[in-house]
């Protein structure tokens, strides 16, 4: 079974850091592009960060560039993003997610077909 | 990098048929074929029902059905069925490399 699984979200004091994890099993993490959406509670989905599939490449929302890093380590199969300079308007729903392709390697950075379970992270003081 | 404007709610009775608009620019809904709708009930994560506009993923049902005329996309979901009441999302690819989400759509079933 394809499956996404978040971890790290918690409780931050503005100005602090957490770094998520998104740990990938039932499908070649390393042929796949990987995203990161979130949504404030009652909110609409918000785009985060993308990375290529060898990670060589990054891009992020203007709301978090220079504040967030997208990583991978694809021996671990695993998604990361280090979230500094966290303010309240970073509250949310963390969500990791696979787009869906046909072939055996995917580039694209959008259509989402397999989503994680969400991990949720408050910035307050 | 604004999202992409969709009604706040759209309701339609079992059976019916209820379109759903999403509108940008000329640089992301406009400019490539790269839009993508998405289902989410409360509490659920978000499902992929059509991307490419018009294409479906294995799965879907061929009750929604999507389409774009310049720079409006539109989710057209037939035969409403109660299950169908959710909030509605599309998404398209930007020119500046990004991904913008629209403002969803909460759809009734009444």
């Known amino acids: 079974e394809v499956q996404l699984l978040e971890s790290g979200g918690g409780l931050v004091q503005p100005g602090g850091s957490l770094r998520l994890s998104c740990a990938a099993s039932g499908f070649n993490f390393d042929s796949y592009a990987m995203t990161w959406v979130r949504q404030a509670h009652g909110k609409g989905l918000e785009w985060v960060s993308s990375i290529s599939v060898g990670g060589g490449s990054a891009y992020y929302a203007d709301s978090v560039k220079g504040r967030f890093t997208v990583s991978r380590d694809n021996s671990k199969s695993t998604l990361y993003v280090q979230m500094n300079s966290l303010t309240t308007e970073d509250t949310a729903i963390y969500y990791c997610?696979?787009?869906?392709?046909?072939?055996?390697?995917?580039?694209?950075?959008?259509?989402?077909?397999?989503w994680g379970q969400g991990t949720k992270v408050t910035v307050s003081a | 990098q604004s999202a992409l404007t969709q009604p706040a709610s759209v309701s339609g009775s079992p059976g019916q048929s209820i379109t759903i608009s999403c509108t940008g620019t000329s640089s992301d809904v406009g400019g490539y074929n790269y839009v993508s709708w998405y289902q989410q009930h409360p509490g659920e994560a978000p499902k992929l029902m059509i991307y490419?506009?018009?294409n479906r993923p294995s799965g879907v049902s061929i009750r929604f059905s999507g389409s774009k005329s310049g720079n409006t996309a539109s989710l057209t979901i037939s035969g409403l069925q109660i299950e169908d009441e959710a909030d509605y999302y599309c998404?398209?690819?930007?020119?500046?490399?990004?991904?913008?989400f629209g403002t969803g759509t909460k759809l009734s079933v009444l």
């Open positions: 490419d506009v018009t």
């Open positions: 998404s398209s690819y930007s020119s500046s490399s990004s991904l913008v």
């Open positions: 997610a696979k787009p869906y392709c046909t072939g055996p390697s995917c580039a694209r950075r959008d259509a989402f077909d397999i």
